[in-house]
């Protein structure tokens, strides 16, 4: 249960920091928004790191494969694409394709088992939940 309420938290801080990331790259530019942004949640980890954890970065550096030490490098585009979308769309409706999106794609990790996450059958029940999703999106943006 507490994923759950973690998850709805996540959610809400990505919609809000979208708006907020927008705007600040409305009054500067686009990479100095991004370089601010991953610039100060490092500080927050930096500081989170030092009193919750200590553990050695050479088991961050340890990691196989090595991909997987780019979601650093995913961030920064996850932040200019989330600006790039919420500027275009608005908030509501960047938010949903973004969230539509995640959806699909953790679907097809799952699937077929990619990155090392345990391979889950095949579930009608999912894909008809991401086009009941689809339809959602197709509704809210509908303009009578």
Same mark, same amino acid.
């Given at each position: 249960?507490?994923?759950?309420?973690?998850?709805?938290?996540?959610?809400? %801080?990505?919609? *809000?920091? =979208?708006? @907020?990331? &927008?705007?600040?790259?409305?009054? $500067?530019?686009?990479?100095?928004?991004? /370089?601010?942004?991953?610039?100060?949640?490092?500080?927050?980890?930096?500081?989170?790191?030092?009193?919750?954890?200590?553990?050695?970065?050479?088991?961050?550096?340890?990691?196989?494969?090595?991909?997987?030490? %780019?979601?650093? *490098?995913? =961030?920064? @585009?996850? &932040?200019?694409?989330?600006?790039? $979308?919420?500027?275009?769309?608005?908030? /509501?409706?960047?938010?949903?394709?973004?969230?539509?999106?995640?959806?699909?794609?953790?679907?097809?990790?799952?699937?077929?088992?990619?990155?090392?996450?345990?391979?889950?059958?095949?579930?009608?029940?999912?894909?008809?939940?991401?086009?009941?999703?689809?339809?959602?999106?197709?509704?809210?943006?509908?303009?009578?």
């Amino acid at each position: 249960m507490i994923g759950f309420f973690i998850a709805l938290i996540s959610g809400a %801080l990505m919609s *809000v920091q =979208g708006v @907020f990331n &927008t705007k600040v790259t409305e009054a $500067s530019s686009m990479w100095a928004a991004n /370089a601010f942004v991953q610039f100060t949640a490092f500080l927050v980890c930096i500081l989170a790191w030092l009193f919750a954890d200590r553990t050695s970065f050479r088991d961050v550096i340890a990691v196989e494969p090595k991909y997987f030490l %780019l979601g650093g *490098v995913m =961030g920064a @585009f996850i &932040t200019l694409t989330v600006i790039k $979308s919420m500027d275009a769309l608005g908030p /509501a409706k960047a938010v949903m394709l973004i969230v539509i999106s995640q959806l699909i794609i953790a679907y097809l990790i799952e699937l077929f088992g990619l990155f090392g996450v345990e391979k889950q059958p095949f579930s009608w029940r999912k894909v008809i939940g991401a086009l009941v999703a689809i339809g959602g999106f197709v509704l809210f943006k509908w303009e009578v």
